[in-house]
């Protein structure tokens, strides 16, 4: 089994996205202090840690830090899952090709932090989540899978991002088995070769 090490900001961990068979959560780390996501980790029975970017005098301090316990605990792919801090370009480099992340929309649609806001705004009627690897740029990484939901007229960012959520703990895992049975190593090195993922459809 692969070891995943999962980096969150809040509550966005539950048992859910445990039941994969190609690989195990060892480690769960929050860049803050007393959040709901580690509370489920540790009744999960899993490794926890905070590690907080306010006690570092820079984003690559921070970033340090988390990559020497992500190795420290062995460590093979790292997950992003509610985790609201940019990663430095050499933390994305160390990790390339071992590190996904779920953003709130169907990338490359409404990147960025308020996603949902977004995506009311713009009126659209079906919106999403994608898993995707992460690349320098922020949610501009190659896409591993994505679900869509109805976006209903009397939504509000809440009622929206609970029926995405729901999806997220679907996709996550789906791409993480990917990932972990290494079926994606091919199509991965192909994407980084071509600068597209002209094959992906091929996978599923
Ligand atoms: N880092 C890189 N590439 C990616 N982090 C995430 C995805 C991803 C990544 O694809 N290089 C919002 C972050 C956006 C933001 O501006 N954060 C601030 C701090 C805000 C706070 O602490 O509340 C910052 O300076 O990092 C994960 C998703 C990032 C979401």
């Not at 980096?7 to 994969?20: A, C, E, K, V, W």
């Not at 580690?38 to 905070?50: F, N, P, Q, Y």
């Not at 340090?64 to 609201?84: P, Q, W």
């Not at 990338?107 to 989540?129: I, Y």
Request: glycine letters at 8%; one cysteine or more; proline letters at 2%.
């Amino acid at each position: 089994k692969k070891r995943i090490g999962v980096l969150i900001s809040g509550s966005d961990f539950t048992r859910d996205p445990m039941n994969f068979s190609a690989a195990e959560i060892v480690l769960v780390i929050s860049n803050k202090a007393d959040v709901q996501g580690l509370t489920r980790a540790e009744k999960a029975g899993i490794a926890t840690k905070v590690i907080n970017h306010k006690n570092f005098g820079s984003r690559e301090e921070f970033d340090s830090a988390l990559h020497h316990s992500l190795v420290a605990a062995g460590v093979e792919i790292v997950c992003l899952a509610g985790f609201m801090r940019i990663l430095s370009g050499e933390f994305v480099r160390k990790w390339l090709g071992r590190m996904l992340n779920v953003h709130p929309s169907l990338l490359p649609a409404f990147k960025g932090a308020d996603a949902h806001w977004q995506v009311l705004k713009a009126g659209v009627k079906v919106s999403g989540c994608t898993v995707h690897f992460v690349a320098e740029e922020v949610d501009t990484g190659a896409i591993v899978v994505q679900e869509s939901v109805p976006v209903f007229h009397d939504d509000t960012e809440e009622t929206l991002s609970e029926r995405v959520k729901q999806r997220e703990h679907k996709a996550f895992p789906r791409a993480l088995e990917l990932l972990a049975s290494d079926q994606y190593v091919f199509f991965f090195i192909l994407y980084m070769i071509t600068g597209c993922f002209i094959v992906a459809g091929k996978i599923e």
